[in-house]
C-alpha cells in the first residue's frame, strides 16, 4: 500500500457519504463518486438520478453528458463518454439510442 493511500480512501468514504443526502443505491453513489467527483453535483442536478433507460445508466447521467459533455449520440455517451457499451446488450444499447 502507498503511502497516504488509507488517508485518501477515508476522505473517499466520507466524500461518498456525503453525496449520500441524495437518496441513491450505494452502490450507484460510489460508481457516480468515483466517475464525477466534485462534478457529481451537476450529475445530480435535481437531487434524483431519473429513471433508469439501461442497466446503471439513469437519466440524470445522460442529462449531465449532454449539457456538459457534448455527448450527442447513443455512440457519444456507450463508448466515448462512458465504458458502459462494453457492457450492453444490443437491447440495452437500443434502449439508450431511444431515449
Known sequence: MRTG???LRAHFKRFVQ???LCRLAPSLRRRLARAYGARIDL???TG???AEVAPGLHEAK???LHA???ARSADDVLRRRSKLG???SVA???AEAGW
Open 5 to 7: 493511500e488509507p488517508l
Open 92 to 94: 440495452e444499447r437500443t
Open 68 to 70: 456538459h459533455e457534448w
Open 62 to 64: 445522460l442529462n449531465y
Open 48 to 50: 434524483e438520478p431519473g
Open 18 to 20: 456525503a453525496v449520500g
Open 43 to 45: 450529475v445530480l442536478a
Open 86 to 88: 462494453l457492457h450492453f
